[in-house]
């Protein structure tokens, strides 16, 4: 199956500073994917090379096989929703939908109005007087009304109070599973990830870390504790994450695989948090080919 999103060496500078660099990705079509990240890690720059927005400065992407360009057939694959939510604070939300509809050829006007009414939202409020959950909401639904292949969202939750979140997500969830697209989701609430996305990126100081399904991700990954002796009887080419020693206790997160590991470690399942936060902790570390051990 073609990638949905495909890239070789993809970088984008500003100035003398790169804030992404050596990108290689094949994002599956049809999952829903995580991407992870601190703070000026990357993540917005990616979805804004591919939401066609920003050029790359190197490197090559491909959306669904073809390269990104203006051409409108191009872009009306790609929806595209910022943190801020950009609205026209002066438009009602049926002059939004108006607008929508005159702008996307393949815009879904009927869809739009039923889920905007089933969502309980103001036609004729504008949209600077909406709360920041009610306009997350009209925003998604402008994305998804579009009718994309491809759904990035930059953020999305990180400025809603708890129930907000839930009931965009709601949205998203169920507006996946009606017409199967693929979602890129750029988050820092990694627990809104758990039971939503299928697909892990995680980027750390602009280049990726990880990248790969995430049931896949868990059932490979582990936690070892054992005496800090036992670190030297680690197998010389298990890909460690991390590792720290506590007194005479080491703590080790590894990608096992099909390594065999001595008796004296005990093995423990992580969690996506647990995962993912070791891997944000050591910029160094990738479970990408060229595994690090703690030689």
Not at 182 to 192: A, F, G, P, R
Not at 220 to 236: C, I, K, Q, Y
Not at 279 to 288: M, N, V
């Given at each position: 199956?073609?990638?949905?999103i495909e890239s070789r060496d993809l970088g984008r500078r500003y100035r003398r500073t790169w804030a992404l660099r050596g990108c290689?990705?094949?994002?599956?079509?049809?999952?829903?994917?995580?991407?992870?990240?601190?703070?000026?890690?990357?993540?917005?720059?990616?979805?804004?090379?591919?939401?066609?927005?920003?050029?790359?400065?190197?490197?090559?992407?491909?959306?669904?096989?073809?390269?990104?360009?203006?051409?409108?057939?191009?872009?009306?694959?790609?929806?595209?929703?910022?943190?801020?939510?950009?609205?026209?604070?002066?438009?009602t939300v049926a002059e939004l939908l108006t607008f929508g509809r005159r702008l996307n050829p393949g815009w879904d006007d009927r869809?739009?109005?039923?889920?905007?009414?089933?969502?309980?939202?103001?036609?004729?409020?504008?949209?600077?007087?909406?709360?920041?959950?009610?306009r997350a909401q009209v925003a998604l639904v402008l994305a998804l009304a579009k009718r994309p292949r491809l759904l990035l969202l930059?953020?999305?939750?990180?400025?809603?109070?708890?129930?907000?979140?839930?009931?965009?997500?709601?949205?998203?969830?169920?507006?996946?599973?009606?017409?199967?697209?693929?979602?890129?989701?750029?988050?820092?609430?990694?627990?809104?990830?758990?039971?939503?996305?299928?697909?892990?990126?995680?980027?750390?100081?602009?280049?990726?870390?990880?990248?790969?399904?995430?049931?896949?991700?868990?059932?490979?990954?582990?936690?070892?504790?054992?005496?800090?002796?036992?670190?030297?009887?680690?197998?010389?080419?298990?890909?460690?994450?991390?590792?720290?020693?506590?007194?005479?206790?080491?703590?080790?997160?590894?990608?096992?695989?099909?390594?065999?590991?001595?008796?004296?470690?005990?093995?423990?399942?992580?969690?996506?948090?647990?995962?993912?936060?070791?891997?944000?902790?050591?910029?160094?570390?990738?479970?990408?080919?060229?595994?690090?051990?703690?030689?």
């Amino acid at each position: 199956m073609t990638p949905a999103i495909e890239s070789r060496d993809l970088g984008r500078r500003y100035r003398r500073t790169w804030a992404l660099r050596g990108c290689t990705l094949a994002l599956p079509e049809g999952r829903v994917i995580a991407l992870v990240g601190p703070n000026g890690a990357g993540k917005s720059t990616l979805l804004n090379l591919a939401a066609g927005l920003l050029q790359p400065s190197e490197g090559t992407l491909r959306i669904f096989g073809e390269p990104l360009d203006d051409r409108p057939a191009a872009l009306a694959r790609i929806s595209y929703m910022a943190q801020e939510t950009a609205l026209y604070p002066t438009f009602t939300v049926a002059e939004l939908l108006t607008f929508g509809r005159r702008l996307n050829p393949g815009w879904d006007d009927r869809w739009a109005r039923e889920r905007l009414s089933r969502l309980r939202l103001p036609s004729d409020v504008p949209a600077g007087r909406l709360s920041g959950g009610q306009r997350a909401q009209v925003a998604l639904v402008l994305a998804l009304a579009k009718r994309p292949r491809l759904l990035l969202l930059d953020e999305p939750l990180a400025s809603l109070d708890p129930v907000a979140r839930h009931d965009v997500m709601a949205l998203l969830m169920e507006s996946v599973a009606e017409a199967g697209m693929t979602v890129v989701l750029s988050s820092h609430i990694i627990s809104d990830l758990v039971d939503t996305c299928d697909w892990l990126v995680t980027i750390n100081q602009g280049r990726v870390q990880v990248s790969g399904d995430i049931d896949e991700l868990l059932a490979t990954h582990r936690l070892l504790t054992g005496p800090r002796e036992a670190l030297d009887s680690l197998p010389p080419r298990l890909p460690v994450v991390a590792h720290t020693v506590n007194g005479r206790q080491a703590s080790v997160l590894a990608r096992i695989g099909a390594h065999r590991l001595a008796p004296v470690w005990t093995v423990n399942e992580v969690s996506l948090d647990e995962l993912v936060l070791c891997y944000l902790r050591q910029p160094a570390s990738s479970a990408l080919p060229g595994p690090t051990s703690v030689r």
